[in-house]
T-cell receptor, first 116, second 113 residues
Framework: SAVISQKPSRDICQRGTSLTIQCQVDSQVTMMFWYRQQPGQSLTLIATANQGSEATYESGFVIDKFPISRPNLTFSTLTVSNMSPEDSSIYLC?????????????FGPGTRLTVL | QKEVEQDPGPLSVPEGAIVSLNCTYSNSAFQYFMWYRQYSRKGPELLMYTYSSGNKEDGRFTAQVDKSSKYISLFIRDSQPSDSATYLCAMSGGSGSARQLTFGSGTQLTVLP
């Protein structure tokens, strides 16, 4: 299975600021995914990040709020912009289980964000 | 109606008990079925993965898929305190991108020593 790391593991931020979360994978992958897990809730897909193209955002998520970079096949960042307390969540990146077939995914450890 | 329904629990059982975790779904196009285990303050860990209907066993864990009933289950035999976690079912292969996973809300399990 892929080894995925995320930085930071947790952070406490002030309202109105931005935080960039990094995701590093130990192997090259075409697609990376970003999820949000709000307190007591399940996972919601924010966007799919493909190397060399714009990220694809799910309904309810916009690029201005969650800009994503994908500079190479092992790395991606998600920025949470102009934060409010409602953005307090765990943010997770994931990669497909194998190659381009994404029948399932492996997840990173998550970034626990608290916005005051 | 949510695409995937999962009993949120919490579920508390004594050590050694057999645990049954279940999800129902409405999208008949789902073909891939997964169970993830998430310990507190950790990311989800892929536990079991099955394709289409049938059973799959891995040690103390058995995953069952009944596509005709749109029902999946995870059984844990001889449960241990280390099994205490939130269990998430997930599915893919529905309309739109097959790469999307649709998750249940998770069942919180506590195994008491």
């Amino acid at each position: 299975s892929a080894v995925i790391s995320q930085k930071p593991s947790r952070d406490i931020c002030q309202r109105g600021t931005s935080l960039t979360i990094q995701c590093q994978v130990d192997s090259q992958v075409t697609m990376m995914f970003w999820y949000r897990q709000q307190p007591g809730q399940s996972l919601t897909l924010i966007a799919t990040a493909n190397q060399g193209s714009e990220a694809t955002y799910e309904s309810g998520f916009v690029i201005d709020k969650f800009p994503i970079s994908r500079p190479n096949l092992t790395f991606s960042t998600l920025t949470v912009s102009n934060m409010s307390p409602e953005d307090s969540s765990i943010y997770l990146c994931s990669v497909p289980r194998s190659g381009g077939s994404t029948d399932t995914q492996y997840f990173g450890p998550g970034t626990r964000l608290t916005v005051l | 109606q949510k695409e995937v329904e999962q009993d949120p629990g919490p579920l508390s059982v004594p050590e050694g008990a057999i645990v049954s975790l279940n999800c129902t779904y409405s999208n008949s196009a789902f073909q891939y079925f997964m169970w993830y285990r998430q310990y507190s303050r950790k990311g989800p860990e892929l536990l079991m993965y099955t394709y289409s209907s049938g059973n799959k066993e891995d040690g103390r864990f058995t995953a069952q898929v009944d596509k005709s009933s749109k029902y999946i289950s995870l059984f844990i035999r001889d449960s241990q305190p280390s099994d205490s976690a939130t269990y998430l079912c997930a599915m893919s292969g529905g309309s739109g991108s097959a790469r999307q996973l649709t998750f249940g809300s998770g069942t919180q399990l506590t195994v008491l020593p």
